[in-house]
């Protein structure tokens, strides 16, 4: 019998690269809820961004039915051209963009991957990526774990949360690499137009800047709006990788199936770090997928007047609560000012432990986010209101 002998946990440094980054804002507020409910408290959870609602039957029977085949258990690493031809197929069908599928689309771990992977395989340490804020923490995170450098572009109420390319300085210029966009956007809700795009394209030729745009929320749009793919700008492939998803648009978070196209050489250069990171997507996953980008698309229809029932509702609660707020015209958020000047993360953390609800501080997605709380329209109308009525009522009494 071995003899028991304590030993001394060995002291372990992370690596430079990591070392300050924080924790994820939304696993610490999971604990904070956890806790609350523990004691009895019911919380209402409008905070983070993921869809509530399932897949449509013929997604998961394409699914079941891949899953079932005995030659669907392997690996897919280098089996991915069927599905990237879907890719092709739904671009051409949604955007009337041609997109090769040998050398113009990849597939992702769901877009976040690649969102990531990009600033890997791209920047060098003192290479600068322009990075709008607020914005989906990735953008610059990736940059900083690259060794790159962050410049803001402040996303401003005031010039409809886009950015002032020409406000960028000449130094910083120079040394560019990346610029990243989101449109529809998280957190503020905004859209882009077509022209904007265009300004952007001729933008990133004049400086020999990489444009990734980041377009997981172009199939949510509320009383007709459609989104538009910046590559429908003439020419944009030459100068960007446009990510999309099938999260949002699917109900497909929880699948992680995504996909980048684009820039040839720059997709080129993430399946490559990919092909060190992981295996591709299960076999299953991306049958279901192509279904669903070339299958029926009017479910999309009902499934959008849903949100907008719920983008009204919160709506309409916060105007009757005095807090101002502009109805987005897609993706799942309304981005609403945090009352009397207050520090978004104080009034959220107040909201949740006086009121049981959940939202998101602005800040969290970027200085310039400050003054703001993030409202998510994934929960059941009915609960929403509710929320939202404790919102009101809670503002009331502390006024």
């Known amino acids: 019998m071995l003899s028991e002998v304590n030993y001394a946990l060995m002291e372990l440094q992370p690596a430079h690269r990591i070392a300050a ?3 994820y804002f939304f696993a610490d507020l999971a604990k904070r809820i956890a806790a609350l409910r523990a004691k009895g408290t019911d919380v209402v959870r409008l905070d983070i961004g ?27 690493l280098g ?14 069908a949604r955007f009337e963009v041609e997109i090769d599928p040998a050398t ?13 992977i990009l600033s890997q395989a791209v920047l060098n340490p003192g290479d600068v990526a322009l990075v709008p804020d607020p914005s989906y923490a990735v953008y610059a995170k990736s940059t900083e774990i690259a060794g790159g450098q962050v410049h803001l572009m402040p996303l401003l109420e005031e010039n409809a949360f886009l950015p002032d390319l020409d406000a960028v300085p000449a130094e910083v210029l120079r040394r560019a690499k990346i610029l990243w966009l989101n449109y529809p956007n998280n957190p503020t809700g905004a859209i882009a137009d077509l022209a ?34 910046i590559l429908q700008v003439p020419g944009a492939k030459e100068v960007t ?30 399946e490559t770090y990919k092909s060190q990171q992981d295996s591709a997507i299960f076999a299953p996953l991306m049958a279901a997928g192509e279904l669903a980008m070339l299958g029926d698309q009017t479910w999309l229809n009902e499934r959008n007047r849903i949100y907008q029932e719920r983008r009204d509702a919160v709506v309409d609660g916060l105007h009757r609560a005095g807090v101002r707020v502009a109805p987005p015209q897609a993706a799942l958020y309304v981005w609403a000012p945090v009352p009397n000047g207050e520090s978004s993360m104080e009034f ?18 970027g200085q310039h ?16 209101r509710e929320g939202v009525e404790r919102i009101s009522d809670w503002l009331q009494r502390r006024r």
């Open 241 to 270: 990788v446009e990510f999309n998803s099938l999260s949002k648009t699917y109900n497909m978070a929880g699948w992680r199936v995504g996909m980048a196209v684009g820039h040839p050489q720059a997709l080129k250069y993430i």
């Open 369 to 384: 986010g400050e003054g703001y709380f993030r409202v998510s329209l994934v929960t059941d109308v009915a609960r929403l």
């Open 50 to 76: 993921s869809p509530d609602l399932p897949p449509p039957g013929f997604i998961l029977e394409g699914m079941f039915e891949s899953a079932q085949r005995a030659d669907t258990h392997g690996y897919t």
């Open 21 to 23: 980054l924080k924790p």
């Open 348 to 365: 959220c953390a107040a909201m949740l432990s006086e009121c049981g609800v959940s939202t998101t501080p602005g800040v969290v997605f």
């Open 196 to 229: 904007f795009f265009e300004k952007v394209i001729a933008f990133a030729r004049k400086h020999n800047i990489l444009v990734a745009h980041d377009n997981p929320y172009c199939d949510v749009g509320f009383n007709g709006y459609r989104a538009p793919s």
């Open 104 to 116: 113009e689309a990849i597939d992702l771990l769901g877009s976040k991957e690649g969102l990531f």
């Open 79 to 92: 089996m991915t051209q069927k599905f990237r031809k879907a890719v092709a197929e739904y671009y051409k």
